[in-house]
């Protein structure tokens, strides 16, 4: 046997050991901050930008006017299932975009969702705390420069 297949056995032996080692320690669920209510938290940022904050359509999300500006903000979750329904809701007129970790996207970003939400379990697996960082769609309507307001703020808030 050469030396390098030697080494390529002994890695691959290293790796599998230690998924296995992961695998049975079981992930620790980092504790969630008390009090946290990412609706909550959404409106309070949208009060704070200045605009008259109430819940959003049938109790999903929530909605901040100011003068003809009209915002709807609203959690996706993981795996975008619910995003179809969600448009359900969203005017017709509205312009559509999608805020996740402070960055303003045109489209759903599922790779980075799906990438961000392996790395947080890895995270857990490895005992780092870990928490989950929330995807929102926003539709606005009016003329309102949504896209300036500071959505870094809202980056890791659940």
Request: hydrophobic residues 45%; contains cysteine.
């Amino acid at each position: 046997m050469t030396f390098l297949r030697a080494l390529k056995l002994g890695v691959v032996a290293a790796v599998f050991a230690a998924t296995i080692a992961l695998k049975s320690t079981g992930p620790k669920e980092a504790p969630r901050p008390t009090g946290i209510d990412l609706d909550q938290t959404i409106e309070n940022w949208l009060a704070r930008q200045g605009f008259a904050v109430s819940p959003g359509a049938f109790g999903h999300g929530s909605l901040g006017r100011k003068n003809d500006c009209q915002v709807h903000v609203e959690n996706v979750e993981l795996d975008g299932e619910n995003l179809q329904a969600m448009r359900i809701r969203e005017p017709d007129n509205a312009r559509e975009f999608f805020v996740y970790r402070g960055r303003i996207l045109s489209d759903y970003p599922s790779l980075r969702v799906d990438v961000g939400e392996i790395w947080r379990r890895i995270s857990l697996r490895l005992g780092f705390s870990a928490s989950r960082v929330p995807c929102l769609v926003i539709w606005a309507t009016g003329p309102c420069a949504v896209e300036a307001l500071p959505w870094m703020e809202l980056a890791e808030i659940d």
